[in-house]
């Protein structure tokens, strides 16, 4: 069946614009986290979503990142006001629930000019 | 403070000569231990869950150890095709889902 679909796959910007990141997870999974992978570095949690629970934003590293998620489906990663240090792969997972093993897209390569 | 290293940072193998990787991990109230494979401009692939100390899951060649402080991933006569980077990852009882992440072993198998 379908995997995880991001979109842009890549997304080149020019510094302090802003950039919109998509997340198709798989259907009927209720559970949706958003990671950013920096080169040698392990991949950091940014924010989760399950189900109509209000999301857990702790690993937001700032308020210039924001997520949404319409209808308990896609989701969207706002980063506003780009930086050179917000250039890394997100990536997007999901999981039928909490508790199940997290299948991940291929991510969004953002590279910040 | 929930943290999870990996070792050896890159392990070079040749075909068929087995060896193992170690992921040691401090987590308050583990609640799975996850294996995974990720291949260049690729996003990780799921390769095992284990739960408590003792656990075992195995996968062709691949086969997955955990006790209380670590976990190993010990690969058998690998192949070419096994060449990747193996993440570890941790849920602990302060998650509401997330999972902690090491950097990786970064394994390269020549024929």
């Known amino acids: 069946g379908a995997g995880v679909s991001q979109s842009p796959s890549n997304k080149v910007t020019e510094k302090g614009k802003d950039v919109e990141l998509r997340c198709d997870p798989i259907?009927?999974?209720?559970?949706l986290y958003w990671y950013r992978q920096s080169l040698g570095q392990g991949l950091e949690f940014l924010i989760y979503f399950q189900g109509n629970s209000a999301p857990d934003k702790s690993g937001l590293p700032s308020d210039r990142f924001s997520a949404e998620r319409t209808g308990g489906s896609v989701s969207t990663l706002t980063i506003q006001r780009t930086q050179q240090e917000d250039s890394a792969v997100y990536l997007c997972?999901?999981?039928?629930?909490?508790?199940?093993?997290?299948?991940f897209g291929d991510g969004t390569r953002l590279s910040i000019l | 403070e929930d943290q999870v290293t990996q070792s050896p940072e890159a392990l070079r193998l040749q075909e068929g000569e087995s060896s193992s990787l170690n992921c040691s991990y401090t987590v308050s109230g583990l609640r799975g231990l996850f294996w995974y494979r990720q291949d260049p401009g690729k996003g990780p692939e799921f390769l095992f869950t284990l739960y408590s100390a003792g656990e075992e899951k195995e996968k062709e060649r691949l086969k997955a150890t955990l006790t209380k402080k670590e976990s190993f991933l010990h690969i058998t006569a690998p192949k070419p095709e096994d060449s990747a980077t193996y993440l570890c990852?941790?849920?602990?009882?302060?998650?509401?889902?997330?999972?902690?992440f090491g950097k990786g072993t970064k394994l390269s198998v020549k024929p």
């Open positions: 990852a941790v849920r602990g009882g302060g998650s509401q889902g997330n999972l902690i």
């Open positions: 997972a999901s999981s039928p629930a909490q508790n199940q093993p997290q299948h």
């Open positions: 259907s009927g999974h209720t559970a």
